[in-house]
């Protein structure tokens, strides 16, 4: 299999504005934000989207995404954010592997 771009950021094949990383996870800033701060959480173990990914890896990524959101609002001051994940390319999945965008939101 053809790895995807974030499988190539996990091998640090290609740049990018890391923000977190463990055993099971990585985050990173999303290339093309929608807000300031705008990033990504993708499970390091791969699965295409929630139709096939496990409900340990799901979870986890869940949390961790959780926990990443709630730091980097209280860091960038904002005001809010919106936790999304796109299923298939009919829902605006671009990049055929697991992720979460986690979008930071500002009052002004």
Do not use: C
Not at 58 to 87: C, D, H, M, W, Y
Request: glycine share 2%; aromatic share 8%.
């Amino acid at each position: 299999m053809e790895r995807d771009i974030f499988q190539r950021i996990i091998d640090r094949d290609i740049p990018a504005t890391i923000i977190y990383e463990d055993a099971r996870v990585i985050a990173f800033l999303d290339i093309d934000p929608e807000s300031k701060g705008h990033f990504l959480v993708v499970p390091k173990k791969y699965s295409e989207n929630l139709f096939d990914i496990t409900d340990e890896d799901l979870s986890n990524l869940i949390l961790t995404a959780r926990k990443l959101a709630l730091e980097q609002v209280e860091k960038l001051n904002a005001t809010g954010f919106k936790l999304q994940i796109n299923n298939n390319e009919s829902a605006g999945q671009s990049v055929m592997r697991t992720h979460v965008h986690i979008i930071p939101y500002y009052e002004d």
